[in-house]
């Protein structure tokens, strides 16, 4: 059973450009998590999807948008990078029970993004 | 708003020896806790978790933590560690209100156990 996994595994970018990052969820789950961890720091929550919305936002400007599919994998898009945008973005995945509610999540390995 | 402080930044330990990474949380409310681990270069691992019922809650790897709610900490607790053990270990905490969607996590704790 494969985890979830994450592409590109590493990348770099320049100041001003645009970044797509891709996560495919473990099997059988259906909401997907962006994390971005700063270097010496703990992961930062960035948005969640589920059923293909946007369901719940940290405090990241509109620069960071995703996208769900109906497959289940995402896609992390941030646009007119900056250097501070340099991190650590690691995926989870998880399932909603029949509660409604989530409780553990799973996750990738990461895309390590480095903005010059 | 909710907060987690995980209140050492680096823990030395001796391999064998017990340790005890401590981590308190700020919230009005009933929480999820969870303590995950991070080795160098790799995502993060779950250790072990609090949804409810018992207060001492057992993980992988011969780790254990206690949740407190009266001093709202959720410490984490190893017998006996291991030189393999060295990692970064981070506390979090969710609000089922909301789904337990939003996790907040703390800045983590370097354990490095020496030989």
């Known amino acids: 059973d494969a985890g979830v996994t994450q592409s590109p595994t590493h990348l770099i970018k320049t100041r001003g450009q645009q970044v797509t990052l891709r996560c495919s969820p473990k099997s059988g789950h259906d909401t997907v998590s962006w994390y971005q961890q700063a270097l010496g720091q703990g992961p930062q929550f960035i948005f969640q999807y589920y059923e293909e919305e946007e369901r719940q936002r940290g405090n990241f400007p509109d620069r960071f948008s995703g996208h769900q599919f109906p497959n289940y994998s995402s896609e992390l898009n941030v646009n007119a990078l900056w250097l501070g945008d340099s991190a650590l973005y690691l995926c989870?995945?998880?399932?909603?029970?029949?509660?409604?509610?989530?409780?553990?999540?799973?996750f990738g390995p990461g895309t390590r993004l480095t903005v010059t | 708003a909710q907060s987690v402080t995980q209140l050492d930044s680096q823990v030395p330990v001796f391999e064998e020896a017990p340790v005890e990474l401590r981590c308190n949380y700020s919230?009005?409310?009933?929480?999820?806790l969870f303590w995950y681990v991070q080795y160098p270069n790799q995502g993060l691992q779950l250790l072990l978790k609090y949804l409810s019922g018992s207060t001492l809650v057992k993980g992988i790897n011969g780790f254990e933590a206690e949740f407190n709610k009266s001093q709202t900490s959720f410490h984490l607790r190893k017998p006996s560690v291991h030189i393999s053990d060295t990692a970064e270990y981070f506390c979090?905490?969710?609000?089922?209100?909301?789904?337990?969607?939003?996790?907040?996590f703390g800045a983590g704790t370097r354990l490095f156990v020496k030989a």
């Open positions: 979090a905490v969710s609000d089922p209100r909301t789904g337990g969607f939003k996790t907040i």
């Open positions: 989870a995945s998880s399932q909603i029970y029949a509660s409604g509610l989530l409780y553990e999540q799973y």
């Open positions: 919230s009005s409310v009933s929480v999820y």
